[in-house]
Nanobody, 112 residues
Framework: QVQLVESGGGLVQPGGSLRLSCAAS????????WAWDRQPPGKDRERVGS???????DYADSVRGRFTISRDNAKNTMYLQMNYLKPEDTAVYYC??????WGQGVQVTISS
């Protein structure tokens, strides 16, 4: 059984940066695409972006150019580097292996 654990969330001022990590226990996850979703308060969950096993990435229009997804297959870990953060980026961020495994989520709050 694979578990995904997010870390790195917190409170940041607008314009600041955060890096989220998603660490997977278990083996064999390197062959899957991974993704980040987020759920802003009072809104539906939305896709932030994804990364293929070989490092190809795709992003939502709202974060493209500000967020970067990367992964280290040797460490079974995915990252979300978030720069130029805006108040509308406030959400619970979830990592997942689409259709298979989900993390528990981590809170990111952007506020002055």
């Amino acid at each position: 059984q694979v578990q995904l654990v997010e870390s790195g969330g917190g409170l940041v001022q607008p314009g600041g940066s955060l890096r989220l990590s998603c660490a997977a226990s278990g083996s064999g996850v390197g062959r899957y695409a991974w993704a980040w979703d987020r759920q802003p308060p009072g809104k539906d969950r939305e896709r932030v972006g994804s990364i293929t096993p070989y490092g190809g990435t795709d992003y939502a229009d709202s974060v493209r150019g500000r967020f970067t997804i990367s992964r280290d297959n040797a460490k079974n870990t995915m990252y979300l580097q978030m720069n130029y953060l805006k108040p509308e980026d406030t959400a619970v961020y979830y990592c997942h292996i689409p259709g298979i495994y989900w993390g528990q989520g981590v809170q990111v709050t952007i506020s002055s």
